[in-house]
């Protein structure tokens, strides 16, 4: 079992900054992937950043160049600070593991794993 805490959402004006941060907790063997995807609403979810566990990093087109994801694996945590926030970044914001577990008496695998979510406003 793995458990999602997300944190630092909220209002902001357009141009500012703003950073999220979600922490993993339970039984695991490790985590892989990290990720943060955004769902506003009307609109399906999607990827706003991702980062591997040796710090390989992917971002949304539409938050390139105003987005960094990081992490810590001592910590096993995973942020996204937001600059440059637009009126269009308003969405919950979800983070998004990988984890390696086992369930029961099976044998360990890659679990995806969610929190439920951040509300981020941009508004003026």
């Known amino acids: 079992q793995v458990q999602l805490v997300e944190s630092g959402g909220g209002l902001v004006q357009p141009g500012g900054s703003l950073r999220l941060s979600c922490a993993a907790s339970?039984?695991?063997?490790?985590?892989?992937?990290m990720g943060w995807y955004r769902q506003a609403p009307g609109k399906q979810r999607e990827l706003v950043a991702a980062?591997?566990?040796?710090?390989?990093?992917k971002y949304g087109d539409s938050v390139q160049g105003r987005f960094t994801i990081s992490r810590d694996n001592a910590r096993n945590t995973v942020d996204l600070q937001m600059s440059d926030l637009k009126p269009e970044d308003t969405a919950v914001y979800y983070c998004?593991?990988?984890?390696?577990?086992?369930?029961?008496?099976?044998?360990?695998?890659?679990?995806?794993?969610w929190g439920q979510g951040t509300q981020v406003t941009v508004s003026s």
């Open positions: 998004n593991v990988d984890s390696t577990v086992r369930r029961g008496v099976g044998i360990p695998r890659g679990y995806d794993y």
């Open positions: 980062i591997t566990r040796s710090g390989s990093t």
């Open positions: 339970g039984r695991f063997f490790s985590i892989n992937d």
